[in-house]
């Protein structure tokens, strides 16, 4: 056989490898995490009141994405490209007067046929407070400043 049919049949291999496969593929493999911050100063939060913007945030990480989202009232979300099996430090700065530390640690899930490993919050310390997971994953974190 030819080293032309092999590849013409590769298709065929992977294909019938998959159906034979324990994990399912057709779920979707979990997506990087995000942790999600309702900043408050006097019980106001400060992206809505207009005491700080976006513009006046400053994070101590240059890979780390910060955003604004707004359902009910401004969400501070923080998202890092870097995170793996590993321990965070963050300083989240707002303006010359106002900072919060957060201290998240990960650990990878496991490699399936289907997905590679994703980082998952296994622990966060807000201000020196550990928040309880159930506090913490998929749903959003009160800091008072």
């Known amino acids: 056989m030819t080293l032309k049919k092999l590849f013409s049949f590769l298709p065929v291999f992977l294909f019938l490898s998959c159906i034979n496969s324990e994990d399912d593929c ?3 493999c979990p997506q990087l995490g995000v942790l999600a911050f309702d900043v408050r100063l006097d019980g106001d939060n400060v992206f809505e009141n207009g005491i700080y913007s976006l513009n006046d945030l400053t994070i101590n990480d240059a890979n780390t994405v910060v955003s604004l989202e ?13 995170w793996g099996s590993s321990e965070h430090f963050y300083t989240i700065s707002l303006g010359d007067n106002d900072s919060f530390t957060v201290n998240p640690s990960f650990e990878l899930s496991e490699r399936s046929e289907c997905c590679a490993p994703t980082p998952l919050l296994s622990s966060i310390v807000v201000n020196s407070e550990e928040v309880a997971l159930s506090d913490a994953i998929g749903k959003v974190i009160i800091v008072n400043l």
């Open 26 to 28: 057709s779920v979707l």
């Open 70 to 82: 707004s359902i009910s009232s401004p969400i501070l979300l923080i998202q890092d490209p870097d």
